[in-house]
């Protein structure tokens, strides 16, 4: 990766933190939501495709998908992909469309989840952290080979670290608001 600068350092840090909500809404909560499927792979024709290229989704409760394929014929295969993948729902289909009901989670099943969630941020957080290390390390190679005076490699290290401590700030901000969706009953 190898951010040398700080706008560069900020951009991988903010790229850091995309991937962190984009992973979070992956993580099933007491709700229903599309994006869930978004890993879902369903063997088609002899080939693994994305579900959400096969078929629409709709959410027309809180609680239930529907998921309608575009070729009837791969109902079965988006059935088998739903009961493989580790998501734990139990698909019903009527010959047309796919209902995939969410029954409430269990107080276990929502602490195993928050704990996947404290996983992903912290993978996040050394991420960041790993950036503020490379721009640093690059500073104090300029500095060294006088491309830049002491005071402005302390000003730079300065920045970079404003820079980490906002970013590690949203980290657990977006955490603990997932926290609360998912304990949330």
Same mark, same amino acid.
């Given at each position: 990766?190898?951010?040398?600068?700080?706008?560069?350092?900020?951009?991988?840090?903010?790229?850091?933190?995309?991937? =962190?909500?984009?992973?979070?809404?992956?993580?099933?909560?007491?709700?229903?939501?599309?994006?869930? =499927?978004?890993?879902?792979?369903?063997?088609?024709?002899?080939?693994?495709?994305?579900?959400?290229?096969?078929?629409?989704?709709?959410?027309?409760?809180?609680?239930?998908?529907?998921?309608?394929?575009?070729?009837?014929?791969?109902?079965?295969?988006?059935?088998?992909?739903?009961?493989?993948?580790?998501?734990? =729902?139990?698909?019903?289909?009527?010959?047309?469309?796919?209902?995939?009901?969410?029954?409430?989670?269990?107080?276990?099943?929502?602490?195993?989840?928050?704990?996947?969630?404290?996983?992903?941020?912290?993978?996040?957080?050394?991420?960041?952290?790993?950036?503020?290390?490379?721009?640093?390390?690059?500073?104090?190679?300029?500095?060294?080979?006088?491309?830049?005076?002491?005071?402005?490699?302390?000003?730079?290290?300065?920045?970079?670290?404003?820079?980490?401590?906002?970013?590690?700030?949203?980290?657990?901000?977006?955490?603990?608001?997932?926290?609360?969706?998912?304990?949330?009953?």
């Amino acid at each position: 990766m190898g951010a040398k600068n700080l706008p560069e350092a900020i951009d991988h840090m903010n790229k850091a933190l995309a991937a =962190l909500s984009h992973e979070f809404t992956t993580v099933r909560t007491g709700r229903a939501s599309g994006s869930l =499927l978004e890993k879902i792979t369903v063997e088609y024709y002899g080939s693994p495709t994305p579900l959400l290229q096969i078929a629409s989704v709709s959410v027309p409760e809180p609680q239930m998908l529907v998921i309608s394929p575009y070729d009837k014929n791969a109902i079965g295969g988006i059935e088998k992909a739903i009961l493989a993948s580790d998501l734990g =729902l139990n698909p019903a289909n009527d010959g047309q469309v796919i209902r995939l009901p969410f029954p409430p989670l269990t107080e276990e099943r929502r602490k195993d989840l928050v704990k996947l969630c404290k996983h992903y941020a912290e993978e996040s957080r050394v991420a960041v952290r790993n950036i503020r290390r490379d721009v640093n390390d690059h500073l104090k190679r300029q500095e060294k080979d006088a491309e830049m005076s002491q005071d402005d490699l302390r000003r730079m290290e300065a920045e970079v670290q404003k820079a980490t401590d906002s970013h590690i700030k949203d980290i657990d901000e977006l955490l603990k608001r997932k926290e609360q969706e998912i304990m949330e009953v």
